[in-house]
């Protein structure tokens, strides 16, 4: 069984609410709250709050997908019906199976 990590009392808390940082946020812009105090009152960390305030680092993560979140469906799909099936299917396979599915969607275009 793996090991469950517990969080030490009073550690460094990562992370934020959108909620949070939405209220920080209009704090700051609308009613002229300094960003320290906009940050403590919402348990923020303080450069967060400011890159959410100059737009830095704001967006998604990592590389943009090649596949809609649709197409991801239909192929998991396909997968789970070919297991269902008997098939066995291995990282390899599945590598193949998504390459042809691209290769056709070029084909279409």
Not at 7 to 29: I, L, N, P
Not at 30 to 47: G, K, Q, Y
Not at 77 to 100: E, M, N, P, T, Y
Request: with cysteine; aromatic share 6%.
């Amino acid at each position: 069984m793996p090991r469950q990590h517990k969080r030490k009392d009073g550690a460094r808390k990562y992370g934020f609410s959108a909620e949070a940082m939405k209220h920080a946020v209009t704090d700051v812009r609308d009613n002229n709250m300094s960003i320290r105090r906009a940050a403590f009152l919402h348990d923020i960390n303080r450069t967060t709050l400011l890159n959410h305030l100059k737009a830095r680092h704001c967006g998604p993560v990592g590389r943009p997908t090649l596949l809609s979140p649709d197409e991801e469906r239909l192929i998991v799909h396909a997968l789970h019906k070919l297991g269902d099936w008997g098939f066995g299917i291995d990282r390899s396979a599945v590598q193949c199976i998504v390459l042809d599915y691209l290769k056709m969607q070029v084909n279409r275009m």
